[in-house]
């Protein structure tokens, strides 16, 4: 099997400044509580994914210096690791893109799978079901419950000609990121393919909807 390359967009949880909107409801410390865990599972997904060969992983950080980030990959058993850097979200993915793709021969290139680290839910099945999809499509994207999307992936086809395509003109964590890059997308002849809608976890409200 093709393994694709798997980003994870992950901050380092810090008191106070982590999930801050969701901390003016339920108290900074809950809140961290509540990152911690969920870094915690997505971390036990991406295990599952290494120990069976599914997906080489890759960990984007924010919050953390270098020998930091050494550590902390080490300690979750990831070996890959970048720096998210300055800008919005958009700006950040192209990062990693640019980063993933440098100084790769064409025949060395992967499809990208992008997702963050708000997703309780999440489960390898979700990332089983995007490499599928990616076979017959040139971009899957999960939309949640924001107007956002909880995964994005690329084909390594769609990838060398449209890299940065989905990201123009967007207004980040507004509720027209998923609408605004779906049209986007429609402006040239890619197939896109879907998963489920989640639910991300930035506020109370989110919780509620849960439950």
């Known amino acids: 099997m093709d393994k694709p390359l798997l980003i994870v967009m992950a901050k380092w949880p810090r008191f106070g400044k982590c999930k801050t909107r969701l901390s003016k409801d339920i108290g900074k410390n809950n809140a961290l509580r509540i990152q911690n865990q969920m870094l915690h599972h997505t971390f036990s997904v991406t295990k599952y994914l290494i120990e069976r060969d599914i997906a080489e992983i ?126 986007n997308l429609n402006t040239k002849k890619i197939k896109i393919g879907y998963l489920t809608t989640k639910i991300d976890i930035d506020s109370i409200a989110d919780i509620d909807q849960r439950k």
């Open 58 to 183: 890759s960990l984007a950080i924010k919050g953390l210096g270098l020998k930091r980030s050494q550590e902390w990959c080490r300690d979750i058993g990831i070996n890959k690791f970048s720096f998210q850097g300055k800008g919005c979200l958009g700006e950040k993915m192209k990062r990693q893109i640019i980063k993933s793709q440098r100084f790769l021969k064409s025949s060395d290139k992967k499809n990208l799978i992008f997702i963050g680290t708000d997703l309780p839910n999440l489960c390898h099945m979700d990332i089983l079901e995007t490499i599928s999809k990616l076979r017959n499509n040139d971009v899957i994207l999960g939309p949640s419950n924001d107007g956002g999307y909880w995964l994005i992936a690329f084909s390594k086809e769609f990838i060398s000609n449209n890299k940065f395509l989905p990201f123009i003109n967007i207004k980040w964590s507004s509720e027209n990121v998923l609408k605004k890059t779906i049209e």
